[in-house]
Every structure is written in C-alpha cells, then in structure tokens.
C-alpha cells in the first residue's frame, strides 16, 4: 500500500512562488512515475506535472515554463516548484503514484493564489 503525504500549500500573491512536497511510503519509488493535480472549485481534477522513474517529466502548456517537478529518490519525496503563481492557479493540489499498475492518492494541499 502506497501512502502518500503532501505538504507546503500555502496563500500566496500573485507571482509569488510556493515549493510542494510529496512523502511517499510503501513503495520502491524509484520504479514509480509520479504525477502533481490540481482541482479549483467547481472544476475537474487536472494533471499538471509528471515525471518518470527516468527522470522524463511533462507538463501542460497552462503552467509550462512556470512549475518544476523534481524527485528525490533518496528520500522517497517528489517537489513541485511553483514560480509566477497567477490566482488561477488556485486550487486543491495533490500527489499521485503509479506504482505497479496502480495509482495511489494523496490527501491535497491548498494553494491560494491572492491577486
């Protein structure tokens, strides 16, 4: 059973910047890719960054060249940079593991962009 915990969400100013957190357990981690959601009220959960167990990652054009994704395997944890945050990037923002076929959840963390 994979558990993942995020943390860092926080309020935040327009073009502010905010590190996310996700602690994995009960996995290899290594092996997983890992991804970064998002859902605002009212709105459909988003994928908003992915990266791979080799190190590939993805992101959709609406926060390309704005959030990182990075992981450290070590530690079994995987970050989320946000830069230039805008009040549309609030939201309830949360981890998922593909591990061994399956994804796994996290519990969210909230980002609150001001304007």
């Known amino acids: 059973q994979v558990h993942l915990v995020e943390s860092g969400g926080d309020l935040v100013q327009a073009g502010g910047s905010l590190r996310l957190s996700c602690a994995a357990s009960?996995?290899?981690?290594?092996?997983?890719?890992m991804n970064w959601h998002r859902q605002a009220p009212g709105a459909q959960r988003e994928l908003v960054a992915s990266i791979g167990s080799s190190g590939y990652t993805y992101y959709p054009r609406s926060v390309k060249g704005r959030f990182t994704i990075s992981r450290d395997n070590a530690n079994k944890t995987v970050y989320l940079q946000m830069n230039s945050l805008k009040p549309e990037d609030t939201a309830v923002y949360y981890c998922s593991s593909d591990s061994q076929g399956l994804r796994y959840w996290g519990q969210g963390t909230q980002v609150t962009v001001s304007s």
């Open positions: 009960g996995s290899i981690f290594s092996r997983d890719s």
